[in-house]
């Protein structure tokens, strides 16, 4: 029996499948395993090439498989996809992944640390509280609005609404329809108050880090958006350009050509969509100073948006965006800029 030198790993909840292969190709082990058991194999297991997908728990098992000696790579679903053969079930998919590590034209997704992984939950946590804030709101106004009670929209508008539901003075609020809203706003307020005490957490941990306060120094990127970038984009590096950098995050049209005719339409919309919503609202904060502002990144927005409309300008600078973030994380400068002419 030969050794094996290439495994594929199928992840799952409970019910693990691997499959292993030598360095002909022949199929050595395929084995279907417990969670229980799956460490206990890769420490019998000589040190070998792992290939998984980049899916929910494979970067806590690339660093526990990696722990014992192994070389673990991950990739993205769709890109193993097409070595499935047939139909669709665990020993098909691990054998598909173990074929697609060892292409030589495969791309793949650096294993995030724990660090890493931990800042991004406190920023899927705050989304998930601005979610639930922003639902709350809509919900306070909504069943106001069935009394007659319509105030203006923003923050002082919100604030209305709660001075209204907590004033038991009036009448203009059904005493069994206020205890109800009055739950809502105490939902409200801590939604809001748990958002800020994440915002901080995120602003001591972009205050401690290099990259991140380095990210800062671009214009349209404050401490959210760097924070972000810098726990998601491991290593810049992997990105041969800052145009496959936005590309990666979305930011580039999707292209249907053939024939030597090029079609481009929309932003492909694909890749990393919390940073590039979070690109795209710092290039429209950068827009809305751009016919003042002194920085060149500035001076070409305003530039851009006299001939472009407004969203198209703010999309095309959130592109600029991600290519300078790609520039200084390669080199490790801040940016400076160019001096007004």
């Known amino acids: 029996m030969g050794k094996v030198i290439t ?44 290939g998984i997908e980049a899916c929910a728990t494979a970067h806590y098992w690339a660093r526990s498989i990696m722990a014992l000696g192994h070389r673990v790579k991950l990739m993205p679903p769709t890109y193993v996809k097409p070595y499935v053969k047939r139909h669709k079930n665990d020993a098909a998919d691990a054998e598909a992944i173990c074929e697609a590590v060892t292409r030589p034209t495969m791309r793949f997704v650096p294993v995030k640390g724990e660090e890493q992984q931990g800042i991004l939950v406190l920023h899927r946590a705050r989304e998930l509280l601005i979610r639930q804030r922003t639902m709350l709101i809509n919900a306070l106004r909504g069943h106001l609005a069935e009394f007659g009670i319509v105030t203006r929209v923003g923050r002082a508008g919100v604030s209305t609404l709660i001075t209204l539901v907590e004033d038991d ?8 329809a206020r205890d109800a809203l009055l739950a809502v706003v105490d939902q409200l307020r801590d939604a809001h108050e748990r958002c800020g005490a994440i915002e901080r957490k995120i602003q001591a941990w972009h205050r401690s880090n290099v990259q991140s306060r380095r990210l800062e120094t671009i214009p349209g990127i404050g401490p959210i958006t760097a924070s972000a970038i810098a726990a998601t984009i491991t290593d810049a590096s992997l990105f041969r350009s800052g145009r496959e950098l936005a590309a990666w995050i979305g930011l580039v049209p999707r292209q249907n050509s053939s024939g030597g005719k090029e079609r481009l339409g929309h932003i492909s919309k694909k890749g990393d969509a919390y940073l590039r919503r979070l690109l795209v609202i710092g290039a429209h904060a950068v827009l809305r100073f751009a016919r003042n502002g002194k920085a060149s990144t500035t001076k070409w927005a305003a530039t851009l948006l006299a001939r472009k409309p407004y969203k198209v300008a703010a999309v095309a600078l959130a592109n600029k965006m991600a290519r300078i973030i790609w520039a200084l994380l390669t080199k490790n400068e801040e940016f400076k800029g160019q001096p007004a002419t």
């Open 7 to 50: 495994i594929g790993l199928d992840i799952a909840k409970h019910v693990f499948q691997v499959h292993g292969v030598d360095a002909a190709g022949t199929v050595i082990v395929r084995q279907k395993l417990r969670r229980s058991d799956l460490l206990a194999f890769f420490e019998r297991t000589e040190a070998c090439l792992v």
């Open 169 to 176: 003075e009036h009448d203009m609020i059904p005493a069994i």
